[in-house]
Each structure stands twice: as C-alpha cells, then as structure tokens.
C-alpha cells in the first residue's frame, strides 16, 4: 500500500475515517490529528552473580499514546454522540479509526494508521472571542485507543 521513495511526504494531506465516518463527508474534515504514538516499557533485571556489573532490560509492556483530533465547528453532533454513549457507560462503542496520509497529488497511500478500540475520552470546545477576527472555530476530540497498526 505505501510506496517507498527518497523524499519525504507531506504532512498537508490526510484522511480520518472509522465505521459510520465516511472520510470524504464533511463530518471528517479535521485540520489536525497528532499523538500517535507507541511506548515500550523496559523492566531493569540484574542477577547477583552476573559477570556485568550492568542490568540486562527485558521488554515489557506497551501502551499507547491517546490521539488528537481537530476540527471547525460546523453544527455536527457525531462525535458528541459517541463521546456521550462512552460517557453513559456503553462498552460497545470501540470502533477502528482510520488515519491515511497521502500523496502530494492525493493519488495514492503514503502511509496509514488504524486505531484498534478506539473510543473518545476527551472533548475540548472552541475558544471563543469577540475581538478575534477570521479565527475558525476550532473543537478537539481525544481518542484512548489499545493499539496502533501500521499499514
């Protein structure tokens, strides 16, 4: 899917999609994801009677880093909706959210992350100001997933 070349894609072209979110409906124009992110935990060990006066590091756990999405206010309540079934307590609302980075000609797949259970934790409001001139609206969504695939 990805194609390998020397330069470095952009970061200007981008797709979010998940079940129920087509990417190319208004709904999935966000400006912005960032926080994708994988950490490994490393567990320190050293025997008594080793010959290194060093530990040996055993891989341990890892956890995944919560995802940001931004987007202008446009009146649309879809992830308000899913935010408030998570908030109520439903257990079945982890959905695989899509995350395509694209060409500079938007005709072919860079590269593209899909998060594994993913499920809205955090909603932030735009700033509001009577003196900011031409400032789009802005709400952030943050998403607590348990894993990241890459494609």
Excluded at 2 to 28: I, T
Excluded at 41 to 52: C, D, I, L, P, T
Excluded at 95 to 106: A, G, K
Aim: proline share 3%; hydrophobic share 40%; net charge negative.
């Amino acid at each position: 899917m990805a194609e390998l070349r020397e330069r470095p894609y952009g970061r200007f072209n981008f797709l979010v999609s998940w079940d129920g979110l087509d990417a190319s409906s208004v709904e999935a124009g966000f400006m912005e994801v960032s926080g994708l992110g994988v950490d490994i935990q490393v567990a320190e060990y050293r025997a008594g009677n080793y010959k290194s006066n060093a530990p040996i590091k055993i891989t341990g756990l890892h956890k995944v880093s919560d995802v940001n999405l931004k987007r202008g206010v446009i009146g649309s309540l879809d992830l308000q909706e899913w935010l408030d079934e998570v908030r109520n307590g439903s257990q079945d609302q982890l959905r695989t959210v899509t995350i395509t980075l694209l060409s500079e000609q938007r005709a072919g797949v860079a590269q593209e992350w899909r998060l594994i259970n993913a499920r809205p934790i955090k909603y932030r409001g735009p700033e509001l100001n009577a003196q900011a001139s031409g400032e789009v609206a802005v709400e952030e969504f943050t998403l607590a997933c348990e894993g990241i695939e890459l494609q």
